[in-house]
């Protein structure tokens, strides 16, 4: 397990192409759902072959900082409209994803994508 405080490119590039590497025991994209991590989370995305478990933990880590900013009350807005910016741009990848990210999410997340009725066919 990994020291998220210290948590930067290498050593998530690191995780992404491990598959018996862990952020935590559990629930890694919640961990990951920060505003903090969206720029390596992105590069990771765009540039290195992560496994394809490591990927949708990553993409869904994105969708959660959507739903996060829609359902609270004290949501970052900016926050929230760069990361359906960016998941719009990556929607080969959360389809891929899909599988892994709860019901729960996809009701919120996916109707605010630029594409979703394509994405949702």
């Given amino acids: 397990m990994f020291n998220t405080n210290?948590?930067?490119f290498n050593l998530l590039k690191e995780w992404a192409t491990t598959?018996?590497?862990n952020l935590d025991t559990q629930d890694e994209e919640l961990l990951l759902a920060d505003e903090t991590y969206l720029d390596i989370i992105l590069q990771v995305l765009d540039t290195v072959a992560a496994t394809n478990y490591k990927q949708a933990i990553l993409m869904e880590a994105l969708c959660i900082i959507i739903y996060d900013n829609t359902v609270d009350?004290?949501?970052n807005t900016n926050l929230k409209n760069r990361v359906i910016e960016e998941l719009n741009g990556r929607l080969d990848k959360l389809k891929l994803a899909?599988?892994?990210i709860?019901?729960?999410i996809k009701?919120?997340?996916y109707p605010q994508l630029r594409h979703f009725g394509e994405f949702s066919k």
């Fill in 6 to 8: 210290k948590l930067d």
């Fill in 19 to 21: 598959p018996s590497l």
């Fill in 73 to 75: 009350n004290n949501a």
């Fill in 98 to 100: 899909d599988e892994w």
């Fill in 102 to 104: 709860g019901d729960y």
């Fill in 107 to 109: 009701k919120v997340v």
